[in-house]
């Protein structure tokens, strides 16, 4: 069984910083790319960054230059650190990890986390 559990949202004014956590408990399972998706009411789910067991990082445009994302293996969580932000990043954010039982892929979704970004 995977369970992926994300904390560290909440509401903070433009220009501000807020640093989400992802933890996994992945019993037998191999953990591959993770990465951190956002949806807004009324849009479709999109992709803000993930990153490789390997330590290889991707960025969406939107944020690219403002938000960190890292990862420790050892310990299964993944973070994203959001500085500069601004209302435009308002949105429920879901961490996804891809995990392999060393035959078949597989992927699961957090619960989603509020951030709420003030003007």
């Known amino acids: 069984q995977v369970q992926l559990v994300e904390s560290g949202g909440g509401l903070v004014q433009a220009g501000g910083s807020l640093r989400l956590s992802c933890a996994a408990s992945a019993g037998g399972f191999t953990i591959g790319i993770m990465g951190w998706y956002r949806q807004d009411p009324g849009k479709s789910r999109e992709l803000v960054a993930s990153?490789?067991?390997?330590?290889?990082?991707h960025y969406s445009d939107s944020v690219k230059d403002r938000f960190t994302i890292s990862r420790d293996n050892a310990k299964k969580t993944m973070d994203l650190q959001m500085d500069t932000l601004t209302p435009e990043d308002t949105a429920v954010y879901y961490c996804?990890?891809?995990?392999?039982?060393?035959?078949?892929?597989?992927?699961?979704w957090g619960q989603g986390t509020q951030v709420t970004v003030s003007s």
């Open positions: 990153v490789t067991s390997g330590g290889i990082k």
């Open positions: 996804k990890a891809i995990v392999s039982d060393g035959r078949f892929e597989f992927q699961y």
